[in-house]
């Protein structure tokens, strides 16, 4: 019988057999994928002869999140573009919600200071390099780590291109993952690893602020996992606003004139959860680092 931990609003239970599936656990609002595994999710599975099961993560290994503390020695606006620029045609982020964002300060909430320092984040889902679904652990293994490589370097050189320069890489988290804990295999979809003392980061949508925070080492989440991100409302396709509303998002944050109007309406507010649900289950457990705001978006292009 499989353990099932839904902290979403939404019932589910796998369609399909799984041999060996001791725990699922279901984050809130975590998004139903359209090949029925939901996004922001869990599974362990405690089975000697346990082997890879490419239909829970697919193609989607190797997507993270990295965020750099640059210097922030540089106009916003004009680095944006500058970015926009030097990633035309190129799709190296991938489709969907795949973006970098030039970030304010660092404010924190400790004592810790991080003065005229500015934030870089860098989503991206390891596409443009390897498209296809890993086959074994190994696979997994050394796909994420290239996928890690990539926003490592690519992180260096948006740094560079801007005239800013990297000061230290807060974190890289991925969020499509399997690892070997306790003798489970643990498999996370949409879901990051979380550790007590490591640095954390939660982001909601481009007009919202990003938390950085750790967890508690006496009070630890669920299976170490916390979701990625607020979440989508559902499938990108199936969740998108009319390109008259995309527009909106031009008020909140800059965005380049090389992205498109059309390209934002994914990307909208409106597309998002917003992230009470986790602070209401998970709040406790978590320990408020610092944050920034988005000052400009730069998605597909």
């Known amino acids: 019988?499989?353990?099932?931990?839904?902290?979403?609003?939404?019932?589910?239970?796998?369609?399909?057999?799984?041999?060996?599936?001791?725990?699922?656990?279901?984050?809130?609002?975590?998004?139903?994928?359209?090949?029925g595994i939901p996004n922001g999710s869990v599974w362990m599975f405690n089975s000697p002869d346990h082997t890879y099961d490419p239909r829970i993560l697919a193609n989607d290994v190797g997507c993270g999140m990295s965020a750099f503390l640059i210097s922030n020695e540089f106009n916003y606006?004009?680095?944006?573009?500058?970015?926009?620029?030097?990633?035309?045609?190129?799709?190296?982020?991938?489709?969907?919600?795949?973006?970098?964002?030039?970030?304010?300060?660092?404010?924190?909430?400790?004592?810790?200071?991080?003065?005229?320092h500015s934030v870089l984040v860098i989503h991206t889902d390891g596409k443009s390099f390897d498209n296809a679904s890993p086959k074994t652990f190994e696979e997994v293994k050394?796909?994420?780590?290239?996928?890690?490589?990539?926003?490592?370097?690519?992180?260096?050189?948006?740094?560079?291109?801007?005239?800013?320069y990297k000061l230290e890489t807060l974190g890289d988290w991925p969020h499509n993952t399997v690892e070997v804990e306790n003798g489970s295999y643990v498999y996370r979809k949409g879901v990051i690893k979380v550790t007590p003392e490591k640095i954390h980061m939660l982001p909601m949508h481009v007009g919202s602020?990003?938390?950085?925070?750790?967890?508690?080492k006496d009070d630890i989440p669920v299976a170490h996992?916390?979701?990625?991100?607020?979440?989508?409302?559902?499938?990108?396709?199936?969740?998108?606003?009319?390109?008259e509303k995309a527009k909106e998002i031009r008020n909140m944050v800059y965005?380049?004139?090389?992205?498109?109007d059309s390209s934002l309406r994914s990307v909208h507010p409106d597309c998002f959860n917003e992230s009470t649900p986790i602070y209401r289950k998970f709040g406790k457990q978590m320990v408020g680092l610092g944050e920034t705001r988005i000052k400009a978006f730069i998605g597909k292009i």
């Open 142 to 164: 050394l796909k994420t780590q290239k996928a890690i490589n990539f926003r490592h370097n690519l992180g260096n050189d948006l740094a560079k291109l801007i005239g800013a």
């Open 225 to 243: 996992s916390m979701p990625h991100a607020s979440g989508r409302r559902g499938p990108t396709g199936d969740f998108k606003v009319s390109v």
């Open 1 to 35: 019988m499989v353990e099932l931990l839904n902290y979403s609003d939404h019932q589910y239970y796998p369609r399909k057999s799984f041999k060996g599936l001791e725990k699922l656990v279901i984050f809130p609002e975590g998004e139903l994928k359209s090949d």
């Open 209 to 216: 602020t990003i938390l950085f925070y750790t967890i508690h």
């Open 77 to 116: 606006k004009t680095a944006a573009d500058k970015v926009a620029d030097f990633m035309k045609n190129k799709r190296i982020l991938g489709n969907g919600n795949h973006f970098v964002d030039i970030c304010g300060p660092f404010e924190p909430l400790t004592d810790q200071s991080y003065p005229g």
């Open 255 to 260: 965005v380049p004139e090389l992205v498109s």
